[in-house]
């Protein structure tokens, strides 16, 4: 549910409050090992490189952590950019992946990576035409700071409508070894 991550949800009633509660049949129910419960899955990893095309990521909040994995590998180990640097666009990707899987509601979302002289782009696709909208963010705000903190740690950032969606990205300069 939007909004509600790391909330605690209502929890359905187990058979042992329906023992407690004397309802029929709790007796024997009691006595039965519960029934083992299904790992959730987690988001597969992608088959792709970044920096080579776009990687479709299912627009879920585990692709989240796969986009920052993805982030500090292409930056850290292919492209030899400094630690502080893949930090705060491992940060920015974040918050990007975080606005297309809560607010788009698409299926899925692409993660593209770009090297120029001077610059690294970085660009997350969705369906959705719907904008992103700076906000004013407050001291004691609990969300909405996802653009403000790519406002204030890229060089520049924007987004491109397309026929079907948007590219949201932002730029970062970087030293050229």
Known sequence: MAGLEGMEQPRPRSDSAAARRGTPGADRDRDRAPAPRRPVSAAPEPAGDPALGEVRLPSRPQSAGIARRL????????????????????????????????????????????????????????????????????????????????DKLSERWGVDLLPRGKTTWFEMRIADR
């Open 71 to 150: 982030t500090a590998a292409v930056l850290l180990k292919q492209w030899s950019l400094t630690p502080q640097l893949t930090e705060h666009a491992v940060l920015l990707v974040s918050e990007l992946v975080g606005n297309a899987v809560r607010h788009t509601g698409a299926r899925t979302f692409g993660l593209r990576m770009l090297r120029r002289r001077g610059w690294l782009r970085i660009e997350v696709r969705d369906p959705s035409r719907g904008l992103p909208c700076l906000m004013p963010v407050q001291e004691m705000d609990l969300s909405g700071r996802g653009l403000f903190l790519v």
